[in-house]
């Protein structure tokens, strides 16, 4: 264990810093690299670890001030002038934030490790303004500066998504050009469904109708997938045919058995030993996953159970058993009576659950949410203190029916008046007063060019997954879920 950093050398505390950072100590690391810099100047490489660890616990001030200092290391100071930026950005403080990207852009116009996510950046932040020939512009800048930069793909995306209103035919040459240009970036998909409607707007179906059955044969169980079915007018995925359930093993069935008693006698080290052996067997023994997927839900480990199923799923075992294990419902009568009390869609509530906690009801986010649909204490205690909990406590938020009943109604919320879900996903994912700013981007009546502007990619792909989730369970569940 680490002694308190009063009785170390300040050599020492580099060190103790380093490690935390590492670690993921955060609070530990900005107190240790505080001393270390007190007493001596600290390397390029540190001070980017400490401007680092200094946002992730809130001092973006200082991370500013520390990442302002890396001008002596010509191969660290581009992306240190891009993460002071954009910790700007997360000040809120705009003006500087676009200048000091624009000067990113132009001081190192060779470092694509900056320059282009600083171009992407400021794009984004001029359509925030209202600035879309300036959006227009940036984006134009990286795509023909750094064809090759990681964001070039996303960044020709958004310039087909500038053009979709202002100038319709360019935008299905463009989306048609990202797919062309980059057939393996997790942006082609998008892109190729964004040609079919650029197409079937301008009267061209065969050409539309091309490009959507091949969203639909290229990644059927994409979000675009079942966007592009109901383009086409036909059903979207299908479950495999088969049992529900996966064939029973003695010997795994003995395993979990093994399992249960330990947990009853509260020897979860032992416990927990055997877990990992088990789930060691579905890599060792790829005939065995349904098998050992489903042991591992009936001892209590519904995430376990769902990441062996899906890794079966991946090496070509698409059996309904795996896909029902990979996409499971857990306290189902709950699920259903909580939606259907707050006019939800059961199965958009259970898609949105196993994209928050994997139906771990113990899950914490690093954030601090909890339980099965990720609540935020405080905002677990509001809903509960309007509910009229009489006695309230944080905890109460791992208990699987506490989750249901306040995170259906933390949903419902934002499905008033008829609100589309993917807008409801985004203000559950990151607030209410971001998605009426992202209301003022182009074209965002429509819900799903809203989904497509969202800036936040983590925001992006949950709203795109949760509604993937959600098709994925109407298929497999149907009439449990009220279908």
Known sequence: MLDKLGTRSPRDA??????????????????????????????????????????????????????????DDPARAPLAAYQRARTMVQMGDGPAARAALRAVAEEHATAREAAAPALLLLADLQVDDGDLAGAAKSLRDLITRFPTASQAPLARFRAGLLQWTAAPATSTATFDSLAAAHPGDEEAVAARYWAARGYARDGKKSEADERWRAVIKDAPLSYYAMLSAKRLGIPGWSAPSGADTAAHSANIDSAAQRI???????????????????????????ADAPAVAQALGSVNEPSRALRVALAAIDKGNASR??????????????????????????????????QESSWNPRAVSPATARGLMQLMPSVGASIA???????????????????????????ASSLKRNTPP???????NAGGSRVTRWLARPGTDDAELFTEWIPFTETRDYVRVVLRNAAVYRALYGKALGG
């Open 14 to 71: 580099l060190v103790i810093a380093r490690a935390a950072a590492g670690a993921g100590l955060t609070a530990r690391a900005v107190s240790a690299f505080a001393r270390a810099a007190a007493a001596t100047p600290l390397s390029a490489t540190d001070r980017m670890s400490y401007a680092s660890v200094l946002s992730r616990v809130g001092r973006a001030a200082d991370a500013v001030r520390v990442y302002a200092t890396i001008t």
């Open 260 to 286: 249960i008693v330990l947990q009853r006698l509260g020897m979860d080290v032992e416990a927990r030993f055997e877990i990992d052996a088990l789930a060691a067997r579905a890599e060792s023994a790829p």
């Open 321 to 354: 058993a795996l896909f029902r294990i990979a996409y499971p419902i857990v306290h189902d009568d709950a699920l259903v009576e909580e939606s259907r009390r707050n006019e939800l869609d059961p199965a958009l509530v259970a898609g949105l659950i196993r």
């Open 385 to 411: 203190a309007s509910r009229k909990y009489p006695l309230w406590n944080s905890a109460l938020l791992f208990d699987p029916d506490v989750s249901l009943e306040l995170g259906t109604t933390h949903l």
């Open 422 to 428: 993917e807008r409801a996903l985004a203000a559950y």
